[in-house]
């Protein structure tokens, strides 16, 4: 009997592993250790930023004129006093921020003197620094729900990485370390992405140009409906 040769193989060629990945995986794991602290979120953010993610939200909000216009202009505004934006007038913007802010005893300006040194970082940049008042405005709590609903809200309105890496890690980790968790967490990333897809881009806002301006006429003009009111409470 004839015997058939075949072609040999083509030898298997290992692909080198972006050392990123390393960095990712490892905080994605101490997340799912318990370890949710701000340093590990910018850990993780600043390795995402090693990959072409980034790049690709950037040019994704640059459909957006108001967002291209933040974006070239690198627009970073001045420091400001917590004590003097919670005595402004009941309810606008910067009173309910600035009380919420000193509350938490958060540091506003973190990210002073920082320079941007292209269109992603001066995305996270941005991001980063008006965290909270995208927490302030949509509603959503510092909750671990109430932060995977914003994620999920950032990933409506454009393709957020760190938001699509923190809202992944929580739902493997709540899943198996507190499943009595996942069903308020699913329907918190669920009304999170139906909000981002109603509401005009949170990115392009210079929010510190508005601190006066009523909280609630901030979500009118930016047709939001905060986070209670989608759960059908006051």
């Known amino acids: 009997m004839a015997t058939t040769l ?19 995986f490892g905080t994605v794991v101490a997340m799912g250790g318990g370890d949710t602290s701000l340093e590990l979120v910018g850990a993780l953010s600043e390795a995402l930023l090693e ?18 216009a933040l974006i070239d202009q690198r627009w970073i505004p001045p420091a400001h006093d917590l004590t003097q934006l919670a005595a402004l007038p009941q309810g606008c913007l910067g009173q309910v921020y600035g009380s919420a ?16 040194t292209n269109d992603a970082v001066y995305v996270e940049l941005r991001l980063s620094q008006t965290h909270d008042l995208w927490h302030v405005i ?37 899943t198996v370390l507190e499943p009595e968790l996942l069903p308020p967490l ?6 999170g ?9 949170l990115f392009a806002q210079r929010w510190e140009e508005g601190w006066a301006k009523p909280l609630q006429q901030w979500r009118e003009e930016l047709q939001l409906r905060p986070f209670a009111e989608w759960l059908g409470r006051p």
Do not use: K, W
């Not at 909750?143 to 890496?165: D, M, N, R």
């Not at 992405?193 to 881009?201: C, H, Q, S, T």
């Open 6 to 24: 075949l072609p040999a193989a083509a030898p298997f060629e290992a692909q080198a592993v972006p050392p990123q990945l390393f960095r990712i």
């Open 51 to 68: 990959t072409p993610s980034y790049a690709l939200a950037a040019e994704h909000l640059r459909r957006d004129p108001a967002c291209a």
């Open 101 to 116: 802010m000193g509350q938490l005893g958060y540091d506003p300006n973190l990210h002073a003197g920082m320079e941007p």
């Open 138 to 174: 949509t509603g959503f709590d510092t909750s671990v729900i109430g932060e995977i609903g914003l994620q999920a809200f950032h990933l409506s309105q454009f393709p957020y990485p760190l938001a699509s890496a923190l809202t992944a890690q929580s739902l493997l980790s709540i």
């Open 186 to 191: 699913v329907e918190a990333i669920r009304i």
């Open 193 to 201: 992405l139906e909000m981002g897809r109603e509401a005009r881009p």
